[in-house]
């Protein structure tokens, strides 16, 4: 085996013994991390790792995390962590939900509810938009929203993710996502970015919301800026805004789900600036709460809010996490210039890579098909490009059918991700062999 790995026998140990005693989940990396220095993972064996995942888009800041974060979670863990902040008041959770208002996209009053992870942003922005009296949700073809059972039934990425799970919410419908290399309607000329865009909504509001789903009776419709674990499919910068249009015509909420491409991945703090659009509601998690502590946020259009007892739960508004979150955004919005740049570096390394090359920032996706005029998936290869990547020291995560996510720290260095880079080709060039 050409690896640039020493031995792995008790990272060999724990994976087989975590298969014995952990519930089966996605867990598909044999990696047992063991401590994080900046961009840079190590396993218990002591090899050490470029990371191009950031832990699922949640180690913006680096690993365990940036110094400035260590720092607020050594003070304020000594303050004040938990505080039933649902059932009390804390000054940490105000802190927040104004810098989170205030940055929000949209000049109207926001208020934002706090819980633990990206699942319950969607539950309670799901929530939300059914006190509007309306039923009807519709979300997009490729979409991952979460796992619990309101979110399962907007998310539409893998089968396997519903299965033996329905019935499902009720009065979910899904549309196709303008995917620029997947043209999902099949016909020639449609690839035209504005087309597809022109397409994805005279398909909503000409099929769904004539023979479907009555336009007042629909609350909401959610969507990902760049569907994240569909693929990182970044849609024509038509797309929010003509979406926009249409929600504005039917008087239908916007839900904008920013859990993985928010927080400065895309170079802007939230990733629908680039769109110039203000959404209803927002949901954030992952990178939130600054690499250290679960935190998930739905900022909403005050007017939507929830009746007293309507919805609440235990964790949301923890003062640790509510701190460390504040932090997190202060220090990604040091770091957008910087994103930016890099841009410009993952875009001029990546050229001509894979078979599809997609990105903005610091979010990008590689795509492998067996053909390319038919785009059949090449899963194969793209999982074995991951496999070889790890024996070179590059971590890295799949998207949808057989893409590869390359989402490294937003603090990686430009000798860093020409690095990665540089590994990743070598990993392509191993399986192409
Ligand atoms: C866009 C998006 N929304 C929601 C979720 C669910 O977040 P969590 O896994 O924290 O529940 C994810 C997770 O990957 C996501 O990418």
New binding site residues.
């Given amino acids: 085996m050409s690896s640039y790995l020493k031995e792995k026998q008790k990272n060999d140990l724990i994976i087989k013994e975590s298969e014995e005693f952990l519930a089966t989940t996605t867990r598909e990396i044999p990696l047992v991390i063991d401590r994080g220095e900046g961009v840079w993972i190590y396993d218990v064996d002591g090899n050490k790792y470029l990371d191009f995942t950031s832990g ?2 949640v180690n913006n800041l680096g690993w365990p995390s940036h110094p400035e974060i260590i720092r607020v979670v050594e003070e304020q863990v000594k303050k004040l962590a938990h505080a039933a902040a649902n059932d009390f008041f804390n000054v940490e959770q105000l802190e927040l939900a104004k810098k989170l208002v205030n940055i929000a996209p949209g000049n109207f009053k926001k208020k934002v509810f706090y819980g ?7 539950e309670a922005a799901i929530k939300l938009s059914r006190t509007t009296g309306r039923k009807y949700l519709i979300a997009f073809l490729g ?6 059972f309101g ?1 399962l039934s907007l ?1 539409a990425s893998k089968t396997t993710q519903r299965s033996q799970m329905a019935p499902l919410l009720s009065n979910v419908i899904h549309v196709p996502y303008p995917n620029p290399f997947r043209n999902p309607w099949h016909i020639d000329g449609y690839e035209d970015p504005k087309e597809l865009v022109n397409r994805t909504i005279e398909f909503i509001e000409d099929y769904v919301l004539k023979q479907l789903a009555p336009p007042e009776e629909v609350a909401a419709i959610f969507a ?1 800026p760049i ?3 569909g693929g990182y499919i970044v849609p024509p910068k038509e797309f929010y805004p003509e979406l926009r249009k249409l929600v504005d015509k039917y008087g239908i909420l916007l839900v904008d ?5 928010g927080m400065g991945r895309t170079g802007k703090m939230f990733a629908v600036e680039h769109y110039n659009v203000a959404p209803d509601i927002i ?1 954030l ?2 990178a939130l709460g600054g690499g250290i502590m ?1 935190i ?1 946020a739905t900022i909403f259009r005050a007017d939507l809010d929830f009746k007293p007892g309507q919805h609440s739960n235990t964790f949301g508004g923890n003062a640790l996490a509510c701190a460390v979150a504040l932090k997190s955004i202060d220090l990604i919005e040091g770091l957008l210039p910087h994103v930016q740049e890099l841009e410009k570096v993952f875009r001029d390394e990546l050229q001509g890579i894979a078979d599809d090359v997609r990105g903005i920032g610091l979010a990008w996706g590689i795509e492998f098909v067996k053909d390319l005029k038919t785009k059949e998936p090449d899963a194969k290869t793209r999982d074995k490009v991951i496999e070889e990547a790890l024996k070179l020291g590059l971590v890295l995560l799949p998207a949808g059918q057989s893409a590869i996510r390359l989402i490294p720290p937003l603090v990686i260095s430009e000798e860093d991700a020409k690095e990665g880079v540089e590994r990743l080709r070598k990993a392509i060039n191993n399986v192409k062999k």
């Fill in positions: 699922i888009g633990n992870s990206g699942t319950e942003a969607i979409a991952f929203h979460g796992r619990t979110s998310t990902e569907q994240g674990e789900d920013e859990v993985q491409m949901t998690a992952k679960p998930g």
